[in-house]
């Protein structure tokens, strides 16, 4: 396990820095906002039909 350790910090310290894309960016914050989005309106959804489940 050591030699493959090894093998793959090698390999880690020969790549080159490469910055992120314009639309990489953009696909990245698109998808946390639709999962910050999407947990706001599940629990809204959660605690208007299901009430008795946060303690109402």
Do not use: R
């Amino acid at each position: 396990m050591n030699l493959d350790e090894n093998k793959i910090a090698e390999e880690m310290q020969k790549m080159e820095y490469e910055p992120m894309l314009p639309i990489e960016k953009k696909l990245v914050s698109w998808s946390i906002s639709i999962g910050v989005i999407s947990l706001i309106v599940l629990y809204w959804v959660s605690a208007t039909f299901f009430p008795a489940a946060h303690g109402g």
